[in-house]
């Protein structure tokens, strides 16, 4: 059942301590049902449920394939509805915009999982598909001008499950050059929609700071080498791109502080967060901001409260006292399957081990030592 008086608590502590318009949630609004079952399945209650948190803001997805499922049709009714509840409670939004249509999708791949994954191509022709991509970016931006102002272009895109590009039968996988020709036509059509827009780089995988061997998700038994977001941006600045701001994913494997085996530097925040700032420091774009449009702490069942909550604790105070960064969306209120552990609540409302952790954060919260 829904524990009111444990999110009246919380809320109560971020209003008194902690940088609430800071904090954003990733509540997945786009979707009919973020959880399983349960409580938190409708998503008028999650609003409510993100409002009293506290949060000042929501990251929300405003999907391609879902907008323009027929070529030249755009329906606009359900992102309607979500900016125009937000905006009634109060609540800051940025946007996601991402992920192709199956008629930007190449021949029978539309038809595969994770197909929305694939590179814009249409008529045969990436062009093609990111200039049409553009044109729906330009399309979001000028119909929220005024409500949304942060817009992130596409997720993930040096992760294999999130870019793939298919050429000559076999998928290419992540690309910087093929990202770089994407994202710069999206972001000079949302900043001629909207020029007080705010545009990112998609937020980057960490991979923990380490290039991976990830399997193919269009051919079982074949892996493509994924680049952490580190080395994919410094590609991606190597072909003269200058972003107003970089979208990072900083989750790590290992707690704060820790190296993995054999190795000197931490994970976090050294190879997920400082290397990225670095890569930034290093093209000379001091006022690049990094956007945290997700993090959070994986807390299987095997792990106990107390490395949850100092795990969780650590992360976050590191990351709203980076000078670098405005915000940070946390992953997320729920989850979505029973294989990750990222939920701040369980399907029944309930404090997950991730909420109780952050509850702890918000109790203990004495703000960030002076610049």
Not at 144 to 152: D, L, P, S
Not at 281 to 288: C, N, V
Not at 292 to 321: I, K
Request: net charge neutral; hydrophobic share 45%; aromatic share 10%.
């Amino acid at each position: 059942m829904f524990q009111a008086f444990w999110l009246l608590t919380a809320a109560s502590l971020l209003q008194i301590q902690a940088p609430s318009s800071r904090l954003y949630a990733q509540a997945f609004l786009d979707r009919s049902g973020a959880t399983r079952a349960g409580t938190l399945s409708d998503r008028a209650h999650r609003e409510d449920v993100v409002r009293a948190l506290g949060f000042g803001g929501v990251r929300v997805l405003v999907g391609w394939d879902q907008v323009e499922r027929v070529r030249g049709i755009r329906t606009w009714g359900r992102v309607d509805s979500i900016f125009d509840e937000l905006q009634r409670d109060s609540l800051q939004a940025f946007g996601l915009l991402a992920f192709s249509p199956p008629w930007a999708v190449p021949g029978e791949l539309g038809k595969l999982p994770r197909s929305n994954s694939h590179r814009p191509s249409v008529d045969g022709s990436t062009a093609r598909g990111d200039t049409l991509f553009a044109a729906f970016a330009a399309a979001a931006a000028r119909r929220y001008r005024g409500r949304v102002n942060r817009w992130e272009v596409w997720n993930e895109e040096n992760h294999p499950f999130f870019w793939f590009n298919v050429a000559g039968h076999t998928n290419q996988g992540p690309s910087a050059r093929d990202y770089v020709a994407l994202f710069t036509l999206a972001r000079d059509s949302i900043l001629a929609a909207n020029p007080q827009a705010e545009v990112a780089v998609g937020g980057l995988a960490s991979l923990s700071g380490h290039v991976r061997a990830v399997t193919d998700p269009l051919r079982a038994g074949r892996a493509i080498q994924a680049f952490p977001s580190h080395v994919f941006l410094r590609e991606v600045l190597k072909m003269g791109v200058k972003p107003q701001a970089v979208g990072i994913h900083p989750y790590s494997a290992l707690p704060p502080g820790k190296p993995f085996p054999g190795e000197r530097t931490p994970v976090f925040p050294d190879l997920v967060v400082d290397s990225v700032a670095a890569v930034l420091d290093a093209f000379a774009l001091p006022s690049t901001n990094l956007w945290v449009t997700e993090w959070g702490v994986d807390a299987s069942p095997r792990m106990d409260q107390a490395a949850v909550n100092s795990w969780y604790g650590a992360g976050l105070n590191s990351l709203l006292c980076d000078r670098r960064i405005p915000f940070v969306t946390l992953h997320a209120l729920t989850d979505p399957d029973p294989q990750t552990h990222f939920g701040l609540l369980n399907d029944d409302g309930s404090d997950s081990r991730d909420g109780v952790a952050f509850r702890d954060f918000l109790s203990h919260w004495a703000g960030c030592p002076p610049r």
